[in-house]
């Protein structure tokens, strides 16, 4: 059974930066395509990062691109998403999300739910000013 933990969430200061961790477990290939989507309140979830982690283009929401940057330790199955420069519409519950099967090489367009069969619990974020 498939896995992901996230973590790294709480309240940032707007102008300030975050880093989320995920922990993808119960999975033992390599290779696996990766989402980060995010729901703010009232709003539907936003796919802002999709990773295919054998290589390939990795998709950037415009609301993040440019502030975004993310890493893996393929060593132990742990991601890594940094937000920098945050304002108020970043406030949001962050989710991570995989598909071990990841039949995309390249991310052309944004991630839908509907792409990833696991989740993670999510982790919120809150930007104040």
């Known amino acids: 059974q498939v896995e992901l933990k996230e973590s790294g969430g709480g309240s940032v200061q707007a102008g300030g930066s975050l880093t989320l961790s995920c922990v993808v477990s119960?999975?033992?290939?390599?290779?696996?395509?990766i989402g980060w989507f995010r729901q703010a309140p009232g709003k539907e979830r936003e796919g802002i990062v999709a990773i295919a982690t054998r290589g390939g283009r990795s998709y950037y929401a415009d609301s993040v691109n440019g502030r975004v940057a993310w890493s893996r330790d393929s060593a132990t199955n742990l991601l890594i998403l940094q937000l920098r420069n945050l304002n108020s519409e970043d406030t949001a519950i962050y989710y991570c999300?995989?598909?071990?099967?990841?039949?995309?090489?390249?991310?052309?367009?944004?991630?839908?739910?509907?792409?990833?069969?696991?989740w993670g619990q999510g982790t919120q974020v809150t930007v104040s000013s």
């Open positions: 119960g999975y033992t290939y390599n290779d696996y395509c």
């Open positions: 999300a995989a598909d071990p099967k990841c039949p995309v090489s390249d991310w052309l367009r944004a991630p839908t739910t509907g792409d990833f069969p696991y």
